[in-house]
């Protein structure tokens, strides 16, 4: 995938990932590796030059229907109440928006259940500037759910919030994803999260980014916060961390 033309940005170029269906998946790499650039090849915002994305049987052409995406600025509309911002996709998703018109009260008690479900219950009727930042956070995590995508996809969602919060919203994903039949693919600069989370952590090489290693991140699930005291879990972190000078050295 290559910015600006023919002589312009390669972002990536030899990137090779396999994702399997139910797998929580972290990518984590130097800064201008590519990793959003993975995450809108994978979600058709973009289509790469040469080289194919595949999700879900189907070659991606054009924006993928399925997909649920999370980013590190929640961008909740300021004039909509949460529960109509969590609304919001069904009214752009085609098979769910000729049947919000006339089942909308089934889908606000499904957005009400997925308010409860990250610890906002009673704040639908709140507005976005009403919210602390990590409360925003969590309506938009039930914003990209609410017309139930078979692939959720998210980029640095945790990145602006403070330490405690952040791992309060692991929680809350580590669940989720427990919960719902639902693939993640998570882009973070915090090792820790990408080790937390997921299933495999894939390292991606400085521009053009390419994956360089995969890591099977092998503690039972479910995993509780303590397991970040744990030793071997620091170890894996230190490798990746290491992993990632070493990518960084060689741009």
């Not at 769910?96 to 909308?104: E, V, Y």
């Not at 956070?137 to 995508?149: D, F, M, S, V």
């Amino acid at each position: 995938m290559r910015y600006g033309g023919p002589s312009g940005t390669l972002a990536v170029s030899g990137l090779n990932l396999e994702i399997q269906r139910g797998e929580f998946v972290a990518v984590v790499g130097p800064s201008g590796c590519g990793k959003s650039t993975l995450m809108k090849l994978t979600t058709g915002l973009h289509i790469p030059q040469t080289g194919k994305v595949v999700v879900a049987g189907n070659a991606v052409t054009k924006p993928v229907s399925i997909v649920g995406m999370a980013f590190q600025n929640p961008t909740l509309l300021p004039w909509r109440t949460t529960l109509d911002n969590i609304l919001l996709p069904l009214e752009i998703v085609e098979r769910h928006r000729h049947r919000l018109r006339a089942n909308k009260r089934e889908y606000k008690e499904k957005a009400e259940v997925l308010l409860e479900t990250v610890g906002l219950k009673g704040f639908g009727e709140k507005f976005p500037w009403e919210l602390s930042g990590g409360m925003q956070q969590r309506a938009n995590l039930c914003r990209a759910l609410i017309h139930e995508p078979e692939l959720l996809m998210l980029d640095e969602p945790f990145g602006a919030l403070d330490a405690f919060t952040r791992e309060e919203l692991w929680c809350v994903i580590r669940d989720l994803h427990a919960s719902q039949d639902v693939t993640i693919a998570l882009v973070t600069h915090d090792l820790r999260e990408s080790v937390f989370l997921a299933d495999k952590v894939v390292v991606m090489s400085a521009r053009p980014g390419r994956v360089v290693s995969e890591h099977m991140v092998p503690f039972e699930r479910p995993r509780q916060l303590d397991i970040l005291y744990q030793p071997e879990f620091n170890e894996l972190v230190q490798r990746l961390h290491g992993e990632i000078a070493t990518a960084r050295a060689a741009a």
